[in-house]
């Protein structure tokens, strides 16, 4: 009986999967020598449907940077990942860029994949009376080992 039930229940599983909505898996800070910080990120996709047996996973990672305990402006890079047998690849990698504050605007970004890296870049600058006082770009690299584990 124990077995029939067992049987059943890992059968349910598989026909009937469940969302999963999970927030930030880890971070990490960069201190700037003007005082500003980044914040990094790694986040699940919450438009994913669990898949038991799957070796596909799209994730995120943020660079968030803060002036004042604020956040100026962002760039994530998304990637869609393969793993597992002992290798990982990228699938697909893309870029999204904004900023949220006065004064900061992104001027330049740009996506990229290799072998089991995601890469987004952006160039963001702050102008201060229509003059250029600061220009700072950050690559934000989400890399996936063979395993599913993320970085």
Not at 66 to 71: D, G, K, P
Not at 133 to 150: H, I, M, W, Y
């Amino acid at each position: 009986m124990k077995k029939i039930l067992t049987f059943i229940l890992i059968f349910s599983l598989i026909l009937f999967p469940m969302n999963v909505f999970a927030s930030a898996s880890s971070s990490e800070i960069e201190y700037l020598d003007n005082g500003d910080y980044l914040i990094y990120t790694i986040e699940d996709d919450a438009s994913q449907n669990f898949q038991p047996f799957s070796k596909t996973v799209t994730k995120s990672k943020y660079a968030r940077y803060y002036h004042n305990n604020s956040v100026q402006w962002y760039v994530k890079v998304t990637g869609t990942f393969t793993y597992g047998s002992g290798t990982s690849k990228c699938t697909s990698s893309s870029v999204s860029a904004k900023s949220s504050a006065d004064g900061w605007k992104i001027v330049n970004s740009s996506a990229s994949k290799s072998k089991n890296t995601a890469s987004a870049t952006a160039t963001a600058k702050h102008y201060y009376n229509n003059s250029v006082v600061d220009t700072v770009t950050r690559t934000v690299r989400l890399t996936c080992s063979s395993t599913g584990k993320f970085s």
